[in-house]
């Protein structure tokens, strides 16, 4: 089963680089703890006579990074998981599979940043949308979870992750979700063998996540 | 050029415009993110009608790196 967990953090008065601090450390402080409860759902009680619980802070320190920089657990191959924050929120994500996730807040976009990212598809799915900002939002996390989740970081053209064909039916301003803010609708791109789903949290934050089927 | 990238950086991250020096790293020294990093190569391919190829933007870590790609793409 896989462990979603995101968390609002009050950065209010902090310059962009503290801020980024402090919300990098919020979302490793997440990670650990959701690593904690998701070892105990797994059933992972016991190494060489030691609980695991008590060495999950241990396994922090043992992170090693790929060389697109994407973390994992050296001594736990079968645990994935993937951090993500934005300004006032952090996320975390912990799977078996191959996962990557994104967060977002919601505001107002260049429009050359648009251009560089969406297909043409996409382009125009963004510019007929009722909300600009939100449909721009669910783009890019989407697009950036999957590049997460493939862990080749931004060396991978996000033109080529394309969701115009899965979203180009949905019904403008009408986006069903649960109480937990998740989109009711089956998120799929051009590139076979992922999936993804979306939160949207708070009003104003938009989390995508990307698992590898 | 130094000085339009300097107004350009300005917009993306909330940044004091004597922290943007030749040698300033983007993510480290200026806070930059992917989005903003992304947000920034979308202005300069727009203003100087240049592509920058996703397998480079990886190895632009510094301002004087993005300056030098710029100038050589430009040129």
């Known amino acids: 089963m896989d462990r979603i967990a995101w968390r609002l953090i009050e950065t209010t008065g902090f310059t962009k680089l503290q801020e980024e601090e402090v919300l990098h450390r919020a979302a490793w402080q997440l990670l650990e703890e959701h690593l904690q409860l998701y070892m105990k759902e797994q059933n992972h009680t016991e190494i060489e006579g030691q609980p695991k619980k008590d060495r999950v802070p241990s396994i922090l320190e043992d992170i090693k990074r790929n060389s697109w920089n994407k973390p994992y657990l050296r001594d736990y191959p079968e645990i994935q998981f993937n951090l993500s924050h934005c300004h006032g ?4 994500i912990i799977s078996s ?10 505001r107002a976009f260049p429009r050359a940043v648009m251009k560089k990212v969406c297909s043409k598809e996409e382009q125009q799915w963004i510019e007929q949308s009722t ?3 939100e449909s721009f939002f669910r783009l890019w996390t989407l697009k950036e979870s999957y590049i997460k989740a493939v862990g080749k970081g931004l060396s ?7 969701f115009s064909n899965s979203l180009n039916g949905e019904t403008n301003g009408k986006i069903h979700r649960n109480i937990h803010g ?6 799929q791109s051009n590139q076979s063998g992922y999936w993804f789903c979306q939160y949207i949290l708070e009003k104003k934050y938009i989390l995508s996540i990307c698992v590898k089927d | 050029m130094f000085e339009q990238l300097k107004e ?14 030749m040698d300033a790293k983007l993510i480290e020294d200026l806070g930059f993110n992917s989005y903003d990093l992304m947000c920034l190569i979308g202005e300069i391919e727009e203003h100087w009608d240049i592509e ?6 990886i190895h632009l870590h510094t301002v004087q790196e993005v300056l030098d790609y710029m100038s050589h793409q430009v040129a």
């Open chain 1, 89 to 92: 929120m952090v996320a975390c």
């Open chain 1, 97 to 106: 599979k191959e996962v990557g996730i994104d967060i977002e807040e919601i």
């Open chain 1, 131 to 133: 909300c600009m900002e």
């Open chain 1, 156 to 162: 991978f053209p996000m033109k080529q992750v394309d």
């Open chain 1, 182 to 187: 998740k989109i009711h609708r089956k998120i």
């Open chain 2, 8 to 21: 350009m950086i300005c917009e993306f991250v909330e940044v004091d415009e004597a922290k943007i020096t």
């Open chain 2, 52 to 57: 920058v190829d996703e397998k480079d933007v």
